[in-house]
């Protein structure tokens, strides 16, 4: 078992399981003492630790071991990713962690959803609580930060990335994700339900992004972020395999 803890963790400290982690384990699992679970604090790496003592209301662990391996993509990946509706979005985070994207960036356009300010904050929340579960559960030990909401012309003029991919089916689209090696920065910009509108598409070609698409095919929202990650890693993995 993987589980995330916001602490400080050291070879041989004893510590006290938070809360959450303590119920999961010992109350849903059912742990016993002398059982044995992974622990990562998002720092870097993660620890080996063993149940030591379960108390009415607490658990403790004592850690035994650290593995730097953090299980990260040898490039940094950032997913621009437009607003959309529902689990959309949650499906979005949820597998673009798990295929090791750096960070994901939100973004407003003229066609995605649009939040409340007052809703914003809960929505970061819950997105980030999706990231960790991504994260607890395939291994990577840098969690991607979900970046607030910004507008696309924002987002343009301040993006710095090496390769800047929007997903899109215009005249000059490239077809399939560019070849290794990739540089150490990459951008994959994606639209929402509705797609970028002709003048985004434009205002992206000219901040140096390159239209991109997988196939003939279009995808949905929820789909073309996870489709270029995957073909990226695929590119990556081939020549120069995963770094710690």
Not at 125 to 136: D, L, P, R
Request: glycine fraction near 8%; hydrophobic fraction near 40%.
């Amino acid at each position: 078992m993987r589980f995330f803890v916001d602490m400080p963790l050291a070879v041989h400290d004893t510590i006290t399981l938070p809360d959450d982690v303590y119920h999961h384990w010992t109350k849903v699992l059912r742990a016993n003492i002398g059982d044995t679970a992974t622990l990562f604090n998002g720092q870097g790496g993660e620890y080996t630790v063993t149940l030591t003592r379960i108390d009415k209301k607490s658990a403790h662990v004592r850690i035994d071991d650290f593995n730097p391996a953090n299980r990260t993509l040898p490039y940094r990946v950032t997913l621009i990713q437009a607003m959309s509706k529902g689990e959309r979005m949650d499906y979005t985070i949820q597998k673009a962690c798990e295929l090791g994207v750096s960070a994901i960036q939100l973004i407003t356009t003229e066609r995605s959803e649009r939040l409340r300010y007052e809703r914003d904050n809960k929505k970061l929340i819950h997105w980030q609580k999706i990231a960790v579960s991504a994260c607890e559960q395939c291994g990577l030990n840098i969690i991607p930060a979900i970046l607030p909401p910004v507008t696309l012309s924002s987002y343009l003029a301040s993006c710095t990335d090496e390769l800047k991919i929007v997903m899109s089916l215009s005249d000059d689209t490239h077809r399939y994700i560019p070849k290794a090696p990739l540089p150490s920065t990459i951008g994959i910009l994606v639209g929402s339900e509705g797609g970028l509108s002709d003048d985004e598409i434009d205002a992206c070609h000219k901040h140096g992004f390159l239209s991109w698409t997988i196939g003939e095919r279009i995808l949905r929202t929820e789909t073309a972020g996870v489709v270029a990650l995957a073909g990226l890693q695929l590119a990556g993995l081939q020549v120069v395999g995963q770094v710690g």
